[in-house]
């Protein structure tokens, strides 16, 4: 049996002692000054292990670190620190495979360093110190009110396009200025025409005013008589301010400043008992003018104006602050043709039935502009118990006439009977239509003595008077119209009715 050397013994017992507990054991050579690390390939793989461990180690501190107030800003940063750190586990474990080849070399840097190197999570403040600096972003958020001051600001802006006070509206611009005024004949200010016409005549006859003047105001002023101011109740035909016999009414309005810029205000309006009073107020007005100067609208009579023309041109910035006030009356009168109420009213004397002489009145159609001479359809001895117009809720479409019954009554001009009957209202009637194409109605008769298609003369008896239909006593309802059954005008425009 060979001999074994002693000191090759003693490293063959040592060897399978570190095989056996896992442990590094240094040991001397005598040739070389350096320990010498002995692991064998199990250690390897935890030494990896331990490796990675310690990578994950470090990036969790540094998370707990650099994220303690906006931890959610800069992950990628954070991931790349861990990714650098995980680097160098390999490069370490790198290292300690090598150790397998120069077990001299790295003993003493494992133990030593591994604990300095991995404060280098510490030493890598950079990127760790980017988020502890990042309050600024962080405080972005707190500083970010901004945009939601930005929409507080916006409501204020706002407002100042609503201000209080009058409403203030563009000023006309050169093109509207210089625009040609048009209007178009339609049936409700015809209308509006037939029913005011003749008292403005007449008004106008007994106060030396331009009639026709007086209507345009009328139909411009009161959108033809249908505006808030000028119905039932008010009829305030022109706009006037202030009180009539202690009865006002108040409504908002449009005034022109005079350079075209209108602005609204609330103002007091004048309310009248029917539109004849509104007519002879606004007479008044212009005959009497205003209390610092009783002339102011002596222009616009027929001894301040030689015509129509003058007398409205007198009127813009008096009467309207409108600026084109006067070329809106004088389109109106040219396309109603309101120059025939600036003439007088022809009446004259007529011979009748056993040449009777009465009174007849030259009438005009306002639809076709002709004429024709007509007369009472009663004797004296009659009184007026219901005007034509507003009556109560209703429109009284004609004039009543109360009578003794069986009082005959008068075809009023000559004509061709078109309509007799019996209505619910209008009880016995008789409609005649005459040569300038106006109708004349006679309701509520006792006895009708024609039928329709009969032709008649002024003075023929056409029935006799009675309180048949709608009727409360004896009398004769006495109407004028443009049409059959509508479109009636005011009688007492065209007859005295004494």
Not at 387 to 402: C, K, V
Not at 448 to 453: L, P, R
Request: proline share 7%; with cysteine; hydrophobic share 25%.
């Amino acid at each position: 049996m060979k001999k074994v050397s002693t000191y090759l013994l003693l490293s063959t017992l040592i060897c399978q002692t570190l095989a056996t507990t896992g442990t590094v054991v240094y040991a001397e050579n005598s040739s070389s000054e350096e320990p010498i690390s002995l692991v064998n390939g199990e250690e390897t793989e935890k030494t990896e292990e331990s490796a990675g461990e310690t990578e994950d180690t470090p990036s969790t501190e540094e998370t707990e670190d650099t994220t303690t107030e906006s931890s959610e800003e800069k992950p990628g940063e954070e991931a790349g620190n861990t990714e650098e750190s995980g680097e160098k586990p390999d490069e370490e474990t790198g290292n300690t495979e090598e150790s397998g080849e120069k077990p001299e070399e790295k003993p003493e840097e494992k133990p030593e360093e591994k604990p300095e190197e991995k404060p280098k999570p510490e030493e890598k403040p950079k990127p760790g110190k980017k988020p502890e600096s990042k309050p600024k972003p962080g405080k972005k958020p707190e500083s970010k009110p901004k945009p939601d001051k930005k929409p507080a600001t916006k409501p204020q802006k706002e407002e100042k396009v609503n201000p209080a006070g009058p409403a203030v509206f563009p000023k006309t611009s050169a093109e509207m200025i210089n625009t040609p005024i048009h209007f178009s004949v339609t049936k409700s200010t015809q209308e509006f025409i037939n029913e005011i016409g003749e008292d403005a005549r007449k008004i106008g006859q007994k106060n030396d005013l331009y009639a026709s003047v007086m209507i345009a105001q009328a139909i411009l002023e009161s959108a033809s008589g249908q505006s808030a101011l000028a119905s039932q109740p008010n009829y305030n035909l022109f706009g006037i301010k202030g009180a009539y016999k202690g009865e006002s009414v108040s409504f908002a309005t449009m005034e022109d400043n005079g350079s075209g810029q209108m602005y609204g205000i609330q103002a007091s309006f004048r309310k009248y008992p029917s539109y004849k009073e509104s007519l002879e107020d606004y007479s008044d007005l212009m005959t009497k003018g205003i209390d610092s100067n009783t002339g102011f609208y002596y222009g616009a009579t027929k001894k301040g104006a030689k015509d129509y023309k003058q007398a409205t041109r007198h009127l813009t910035g008096r009467y309207a602050t409108d600026t084109r006030y006067h070329e809106k009356l004088n389109e109106l009168i040219d396309t109603y043709d309101l120059t025939f109420f600036d003439k007088p009213v022809k009446k004259g004397k007529r011979k009748i039935n056993n040449n009777r002489t009465v009174d007849s009145y030259q009438l005009m159609n306002p639809i076709n502009k002709k004429t024709a001479d007509f007369i009472l359809p009663l004797d004296k001895g009659y009184v007026v118990s219901s005007p034509f117009g507003a009556r109560g809720a209703e429109h009284h479409d004609g004039i009543d006439l109360a009578i003794a019954a069986n009082t005959p009554v008068y075809a009023s001009s000559d004509g061709v009977v078109t309509g007799t009957g019996f209505d619910p209202s209008a009880g016995n009637y008789v409609i005649v239509k005459h040569s300038n194409d106006l109708y004349t109605n006679y309701f509520h008769l006792n006895k009708i003595g024609v039928s329709t298609g009969d032709k008649v003369a002024a003075g023929n008896i056409v029935g006799l008077v009675g309180s048949t239909g709608n009727s409360t006593g004896s009398h004769l309802h006495f109407g004028v119209s443009t049409e059959m059954w509508k479109s009636y005008l005011n009688p007492s425009a065209y007859f005295d009715f004494r």
